[in-house]
């Protein structure tokens, strides 16, 4: 079985992939899973760049295929200094803790949105580093509401879960089941292609 460090230490991230990736002989790690973690300043424009740069960072120091991905949030209707694209949690050069996030996002809902909602979406970069050849990939994911009023519940790794609502089914993030989840899967058969063929020639 194959083996890929993911550049990350968000286990919610590791688990998104890893069964895509058993089924295809690929066990997935997190930098959690190892001794010594990298000090990485992600100062790339987009998520694509950050991708890269942290990919780069861990394939410079561990002898694996290394895979790293960032995301951005765009926000519909929000003056164009508030978006915060791939500066989701450091709002005026302050990072935010999860409780921090919750206040920020639900007062530009309160503030901006109609009905205190936003419409959003997830733009997502992926670099992964095998061998020296580096590949690169995004894609997008569904529109989804942000909204001034939280559930009662956190996921661990998602903060903003907690404010934020699927359009199919009307419902907080926290409050999806099992059940709901298969409804409104989303296909990321294309992102495990991706990786998978990535590996292929090693």
Known sequence: MKKILFATENESKVARFKKGLLENDIEIISINDLDKKVDVVED??????????KARAYASVYDLPVLAMDDNLYIDNIPEDKQPGMFVRRVNGKRLSDEEMLDYYANLAHTY???GKLTCRWVYGMALISKGVEKTYTWSKEDFYIVDKPSNKINPGYPLNTISINKKLNKYFTNITEEDKKLIEEDESNVIEFIVNSLSND
Not at 44 to 53: D, R, V
């Open 44 to 53: 790339g424009q987009n998520a694509i760049e950050n991708a890269i740069i």
């Open 113 to 115: 949105g109609e009905d």
